[in-house]
């Protein structure tokens, strides 16, 4: 049973999550040092839209941990390469725009996957409405 409030504010929620911190979405709470590039506002609107599917296609005994997962990994991967203090800490300001820059569209590909894979998985997983488990079982459509 699809759940469709619940998932339009956990997909709106999942993108004003991960775009206020990285500053995809320009507040007075967080500055970034490097642009918004072309490709985080369609990874950032897909991750919303997969949270949504995920959570709208109902529970099936497992709790929301692999999408955060996936939106975590997406957060990082949005974010302002110079602005993540860990990576700062690590490989300093000239490494975080050689090194780690390069790694967070892959890194973003690789969220994006992850959450269709999640989605495909749990649509595989919802429970059988009225007459839809004969139908499937015998290889009809619904």
């Keep these: 049973?699809?759940?469709?409030?619940?998932?339009?504010?956990?997909?709106?929620?999942?993108?004003?999550?991960?775009?206020?911190?990285t500053d995809v979405i320009d507040t007075p709470w967080f500055s970034r040092e490097v642009p918004v590039r072309w490709w985080e506002i369609p990874v950032l609107g897909a991750i919303g839209l997969l949270v949504a599917l995920y959570v709208g296609i109902g529970a099936v005994n497992r709790g929301p941990g692999p999408a955060l997962g996936g939106?975590?990994?997406?957060t990082f991967a949005i974010g302002c390469p110079v602005c993540n203090k860990l990576v700062l800490a690590a490989?300093?300001?000239?490494?975080?725009?050689?090194?780690?820059a390069?790694?967070?569209?892959?890194?973003?590909?690789?969220?994006?996957?992850?959450?269709?894979?999640l989605v495909l998985w749990r649509w595989r997983q919802r429970p059988c409405g009225p007459g839809g488990c004969e139908a499937t079982s015998r290889g009809q459509t619904p």
């Design 1 to 21: 049973m699809l759940s469709y409030p619940k998932a339009v504010a956990m997909g709106l929620l999942t993108v004003v999550v991960m775009a206020v911190p």
């Design 71 to 74: 939106a975590t990994l997406a």
């Design 91 to 100: 490989v300093g300001t000239t490494g975080a725009l050689e090194l780690w």
């Design 102 to 117: 390069p790694v967070q569209p892959v890194l973003a590909a690789g969220s994006v996957a992850l959450m269709a894979g």
